[in-house]
């Protein structure tokens, strides 16, 4: 039932969108989509939301947001991948998850590479390490002491086979020599809520909806990923403190469009993304998100992605992780 | 006294006048898209929040609340009317409810409908203010183990909502699970039936099989039938329920309450479990049960008590853990984000104004219902004086555009259009369709609960009787299988001796 | 007519041979639809398990039911009445090609004219206005009240 309130949201927003829309847009002829593919209420739909009004007036054109959710975000990316060829589709998603997907997903329907353009990172936010209270665990020593001498079994949620956070305690654990047993949930809001009843033990997720669970005691926070700790956790150490290897796993939100769009308007939308990122209101609310904005130019964009299938891309292969 | 102050302060808020007005705007708003098959209350949220950033926080989510409630309570009219079930928990309401409508009681059980509502979201916001913390307790120790067996149960309790042969209704919980794997597969990402078809990846819509196996098959069904035996008698006996209505409606109204404020509050059973199940247990606990699909009263009150009670329990993991229950829910806690509200456990001590605001606002917000819609009953009943030559076109377009305007979707029409031919060959055999569409709701979490406690035990099935709440719903099940295995039996050797 | 007529001696329930075939048929094209799905172990399912159990489900209440049939008294399906289900399946189909090609007050006029051929009680020209008034009204409430994104002219 996620894919019809999209739709009608896309209805609603055209209409009022129209209302609104001038004729001066020049590089812009009709309607901006921006794919989420996501059900509503995660991070980068969210994200999109907070975007879309203020790309809106930019270009003076509706821009709506559309939210395709489905196979961790492989059916939206797909939509985009085959949408017309003008720019007028982006895909603000996970871009972690989708540089895994090519080595995930055998099946996959596009090539995330050839299909899909970068326009610009817009931010990046560490993921926190949390444990569920009964599990007895008080740092990351702790964890690694009971992952030795109760291999496999310990139970990691992660919010979606072949997702970041999936791949994330699959390539520290390897690292490490631990057996974790990684465990499935439909989502980030369902894993965590294993973790704080204990079905599950250890959660690699957002920081944003991590800390307030933290906070609360209801988990107990080990570490967090990014290069530094974060101002509303200090205590937390890093990952790399911790003495974990995981790259620089965490929520990279980017946003895509089809491969083989004009390349001037990528641009455009690069120039106004910055300006939309750089607004006092947008800035507060990524901060407020634990975030950072990173946004550079698309070829750093693409830079990041390639460089991310591949050392992520060796992380599944040597693992074993496969969709079908 | 936690209870009274946080009453007042919750009454104070959500009395305040724009409050009242948001919340009036937004049962409105869910009255008429749940009156409306196909466009359910996620999409007319998910449509609405842009439009709330300009609001207050606490007026806002009164505004969407409203909604989702009063979505829940627009989709029985539809169903007693003319049998086409726009949420899944309208399905049950279409049972009995529209029985009545047949019988000429089309007024009595649309009151009903609306009473019982009234009476349980009261209840509920009573619990919600004195249980949530509990309540919240136990929805932590629901975990796949759990889950999976209070799934197992209320699968079984289906079989219930057939009056014919518990081997059919056991039948059709089996299609439904089937139907309920075509789609990606969650664990896997495997795509399972779908045929290569796009449109199949994200599973089947409810909305189309269901208002194709009902409304249209129910279309072909009278149409075959003589004048005299069809539908929906023109004579309309009575608009408001006798006393004798209300006396038998009351204890189901109660049970359903507490039916739904339990099962509300566990994740992701949400719409479907608390009528479905509030239905089988009205019909086990009834002395006289022969009239139950044919027009009992109480197969509208309990259930559609049990799904507003639900549907306002629904809230409480969000307001209390910050974790939402369904997908509806997982969109509210959008809505506190764009609101620069950090959803989470927190919540309640920060802004216990919105918590509390927002409970007291489904008691006043059901009372509009209940005013607003009595008045309404009237003008429903007189739509059925509608001759049936007009009638049926009129329900045929309504589910064709119901279904269509859901997704926008040509796909979803053509499954109606199966569902339908399917739901007419349902008919024929004497098979009936509401265990197959809660065989559909429950399938994908029963396998992903069922997969995951195996993953967590390394694959030891003795993990099911050996959790004291999971050991209990199984036993509960058991126990369910051999009521309803002996009356066959029994029947079957009148049969013989009879012969 | 439901419970159809007995005949002395004879014996077979064709509904429940109908269902019951009805679900050989489902199991046996679920079965060939999710062969190559892995279906792994218990404490690791792969996405063929449940199929695999659901099926062999299905196919064991279809032999049941095939089984009983032949052994329980006769009892005779209803002979379908095609013009009943023609008309609507046909009407359904209508909105379905017209709808997103012709738009919604066509498809809407359409959809209420070819439904009325489902009965022999409907007057033609009384369906049609009929139909009239509800592709207007549908137009309205759908595309003007709800502002849904589908067209309502072929144009």
Known sequence: ?324 | ?499 | MSDGEPQAGQRLNYQDLLFGLFMLAVAFGMTVATWKLRIGTAANMGPGYMPRAIAVGIAGFGIYFVVKSLLSQFKAVEPPQPRAVFGIVASVAVFGVLAPTMGLFLATLATVVVAGFASRETRFVENLLFGGAMAIGTVLLFIKGLSLPVPAWPW
């Open chain 1, 1 to 324: 039932m996620t894919r019809p309130m999209i739709r009608l949201a896309f209805a609603a927003a055209m209409a009022t969108a129209f209302l609104g829309a001038s004729a001066q847009a020049q590089n812009f002829s009709h309607a901006v989509r921006i794919v989420v593919p996501y059900a509503p209420g995660g991070t980068s739909d969210i994200l999109a939301r907070l975007i879309a009004p203020k790309l809106q007036a930019a270009v003076g054109q509706p821009v709506v947001v559309e939210n395709k959710p489905g196979a961790s975000g492989n059916l939206g990316a797909d939509a985009v991948a085959k949408a017309a060829k003008d720019g007028h589709t982006l895909l603000l998603l996970d871009v972690g998850t989708l540089a895994l997907a090519p080595s995930v997903f055998p099946g996959l329907t596009f090539n995330v590479e050839k299909d899909l353009a970068p326009v610009g990172m817009i931010m990046f936010a560490p993921y926190v390490l949390a444990v569920a209270p009964a599990a007895n665990i008080k740092s990351v020593k702790d964890l690694i002491d009971y992952s030795k001498a109760n291999p496999g079994k310990l139970a990691v949620a992660n919010s979606g086979i072949g997702g970041f956070n999936h791949v994330t305690p699959v390539r520290i654990s390897k690292a490490l020599g631990l057996q974790w047993k990684h465990v499935p949930y439909k989502g980030g809001a369902a894993a965590t809520r294993a973790v704080v009843a204990g079905e599950s033990m250890a959660i690699f997720n957002g920081a944003t909806a991590t800390l307030p669970f933290v906070t609360n005691g209801q988990l107990v926070g080990l570490a967090v990923s990014g290069p530094e700790r974060l101002k509303n956790a200090p205590n937390l150490p890093t990952f790399t403190e911790a003495g974990f290897d995981a790259g620089d796993a965490g929520t990279w939100q980017g946003l895509m469009t089809t491969a083989g769009s004009p390349p001037e308007l990528v641009a455009r939308l690069n120039a106004e993304m910055k300006k939309i990122l750089a607004e006092p209101d947008i800035a507060k609310k990524i901060a407020e998100q634990g975030g950072t904005v990173k946004l550079g130019p698309p070829e750093e964009f693409k830079k990041w992605f390639t460089d991310s299938i591949a050392t992520w891309g060796k992380v599944v292969k040597d693992s074993g992780i496969k969709g079908e």
């Open chain 2, 1 to 499: 006294m936690d209870l009274f102050s946080n009453l007042a302060l919750g009454l104070s808020t959500a009395l305040q006048f724009n409050n009242l007005l948001f919340c009036l705007a937004g049962v409105i708003i869910g009255t008429a898209i749940g009156v409306l098959p196909g466009i359910g209350p996620i999409p007319t949220v998910a449509l609405l929040l842009p439009f709330t950033f300009g609001l207050e926080p606490t007026s806002a989510f009164i505004l969407l609340a409203g909604i989702f409630y009063g979505a829940q309570y627009g989709g029985s009219t539809t169903a007693i009317l003319v049998n086409v079930p726009g949420e899944t928990s309208a399905t049950v309401t279409c049972l009995d409810g529209y029985q009545m409508a047949r019988q000429g009681r089309a007024g009595p059980a649309l009151a009903i409908a609306a009473i019982s509502s009234f009476y349980a979201g009261t209840i509920a916001t009573i619990v919600m203010c004195l249980l949530s913390l509990p309540l919240s307790a136990l929805a932590l120790k629901f975990t796949a183990v759990e889950y999976f067996s209070l799934l197992v149960l209320g699968l079984l309790a289906a079989v219930v909502l057939a009056h014919g042969s518990v081997m059919k209704a056991l039948s059709m919980v089996l299609l439904g699970l089937l139907l309920g794997l075509v789609g990606i597969d969650v664990s896997s990402g495997a795509p399972r039936m779908t045929f290569g078809i796009a449109d199949l990846s994200d599973g089947l819509d409810f909305v189309p099989v269901a208002m194709g196996m009902f409304g249209l098959g129910e279309i072909m069904a009278n149409l075959e039938r003589s004048d005299e035996r069809r539908v929906v008698s023109q004579k309309i006996r009575d608009l408001i329920p006798s006393w004798t209505d209300l006396k038998a409606a009351f204890p189901a109204m109660t049970r359903g309450t507490a039916i739904g404020c339990i099962l509300g509050v566990l994740p992701g059973g949400g719409a479907a479990l608390p009528p479905f199940t509030a239905y089988a247990i009205e019909k086990k606990v009834a002395r006289d049960a022969s009239q139950f699909g044919k027009g009992d009263i109480r197969g509208v009150a309990g259930p559609e008590a049990a799904n507003n009670a639900g549907a306002q329990t629904s809230f409480i993991p969000l307001l209390t853990l910050g974790i939402p229950a369904n997908a509806l829910m997982a969109l509210m806690i959008g809505a506190l984000m764009m609101h620069g509200i950090q959803p989470g456990p927190q919540i309640m001590t920060e802004q216990p104004q919105l918590v509390w605001g927002v409970i007291a606002s489904m008691w006043t917000g059901n009372l509009m219902l209940l005013v607003i819609n009595l008045p309404l009953i009237g003008i429903w009943v007189s739509m059925l004086k509608v001759p049936y030559r007009l009638m049926f076109p009129a329900i045929a377009l309504l589910c064709c555009v119901g279904t269509y305007a859901i997704a926008n979707s040509v796909f979803n029409i053509w499954l109606m259009l199966g569902s339908a031919v399917i739901g007419y060959f349902f008919i024929k055999v004497g098979a009936e369709p509401a265990p197959l569409l809660l065989g559909l709701v429950l399938g994908p979490q029963l396998e992903e609960n069922f997969r995951r406690a195996m993953l967590l035990s390394d694959g030891d099935f003795a993990v099911f009787v050996q959790r004291p709440i999971s050991a209990v719903l199984l036993g509960v099940a058991a126990l369910l299988i051999l009521l309803l295995m002996s009356p066959t039996v029994f029947r079957k050797r009148k049969e013989a001796l009879a012969e």
